[in-house]
Nanobody, 124 residues
Framework: VQLQASGGGLVQAGGSLRLSCAAS????????AGWFRQAPGKEREFVGG????????DYADSVKGRFTISRENAKNTAYLQMNSLKPEDTAAYYC??????????????????WGQGTQVTVSS
């Protein structure tokens, strides 16, 4: 699966952005879709993940209530809607696809394919 993340940019604190992750090459609905982020000097961290058909969505505590993950398998695309953005949300955001059949979505090692990342910068 090839993944292409897009939609990043510069936004003021309190604003919103929607990231997209377009998949190609294999059947996207065969995979759990995850979002991770990495700020300069920090480790990559889990943002959220969505099951193959969208019935289960997990979020990191730091984004619960502000971010929403969804997917449209007919369009081979996953989305990350980010509201009430904070300066600490500034990072490169990555989408990933994994053949995860049990357990949590929060470990990056469980994902097989990664997009190139899109930068989100939140100004105070």
């Amino acid at each position: 699966v090839q993944l292409q993340a897009s939609g990043g940019g510069l936004v003021q604190a309190g604003g919103s952005l929607r990231l997209s992750c377009a998949a190609s090459g294999r059947t996207f609905s065969d995979y759990v879709a995850g979002w991770f982020r990495q700020a300069p000097g920090k480790e990559r961290e889990f943002v959220g993940g969505i099951s193959r058909r969208g019935g289960r969505v997990d979020y990191a505590d730091s984004v619960k209530g502000r971010f929403t993950i969804s997917r449209e398998n007919a369009k081979n695309t996953a989305y990350l809607q980010m509201n009430s953005l904070k300066p600490e949300d500034t990072a490169a955001y990555y989408c990933a696809a994994g053949n995860i059949v049990w357990g949590g979505y929060d470990r990056s090692a469980r994902y097989d394919y990664w997009g190139q990342g899109t930068q989100v910068t939140v100004s105070s």
